[in-house]
Nanobody, 126 residues
Framework: QVQLVESGGGLVQTGGSLRLSCAAA????????IAWFRQAPGKEREFVAG????????DYADSVKGRFTISRANARNTVHLQMNSLKPEETAVYYC???????????????????WGQGTQVTVSS
């Protein structure tokens, strides 16, 4: 059984930082993609960042470029998302998603990902 377990969410002030982690178990994603999406109340789930295990290539939503950094560790089945300079509008549930299909480039379409975590709440206070 595949499990993606997120951790690291919480409450932070505007301009603060958080580090999210996603640990995958039950399947290897060493050549696939692990990504982060987020969903704010009343909004669509949107792509935030992703990393390809086969190429190491990363991709980010324009709104987070320069502030967020995604990285992989532990034989590439664990992913971290370092979030700096957080804004109130980034308050959302953050989801880890994974695909075991070998891709060199990150896919931003959520339909590409077959496996999802339960989500972790990130709240940025103003």
């Amino acid at each position: 059984q595949v499990q993606l377990v997120e951790s690291g969410g919480g409450l932070v002030q505007t301009g603060g930082s958080l580090r999210l982690s996603c640990a995958a178990a039950g399947r290897t994603f060493s050549d696939g993609i692990i990504a982060w999406f987020r969903q704010a109340p009343g909004k669509e789930r949107e792509f935030v960042a992703g990393i390809s295990g086969s190429s190491g290539i990363t991709d980010y939503a324009d709104s987070v470029k320069g502030r967020f950094t995604i990285s992989r560790a532990n034989a590439r089945n664990t992913v971290h998302l370092q979030m700096n300079s957080l804004k109130p509008e980034e308050t959302a549930v953050y989801y880890c998603a994974a695909s075991d299909q070998r891709r060199l480039l990150v896919r931003t379409d959520r339909n590409h990902y077959a496996y999802w975590g339960q989500g972790t709440q990130v709240t940025v206070s103003s």
